[in-house]
């Protein structure tokens, strides 16, 4: 009822979403200090960075890069 328009289910039951392409790009930021890293994407045209989920393993970037059907996801320090 409240959920997102843009969101389908894959076939391992995740709900996939969607985000703009020609003003977002995938990113990771990543802590030199701590090693912390967050999944987001960083608008192109304001480089301002909306923050999707924190990655403590392989296991959560796998899943960020299922849920919006991505292969790769550059790094940002």
Excluded at 49 to 58: A, K, P, V
Aim: hydrophobic share 30%; proline share 1%.
């Amino acid at each position: 009822m409240f959920g997102r328009k843009s969101a389908k289910r894959s076939q391992k039951g995740i709900q996939k979403m969607t985000y703009d392409k020609e003003r977002e790009r995938p990113i990771l930021k990543c802590s030199i200090c701590n090693g912390e890293q967050v999944a987001g994407f960083k608008d192109i045209h304001t480089g301002k960075f909306r923050e999707i989920m924190l990655i403590q393993d392989d296991k959560d970037l796998e899943m960020f890069l299922e849920i919006y059907d991505l292969t790769t996801v550059a790094k940002e320090y």
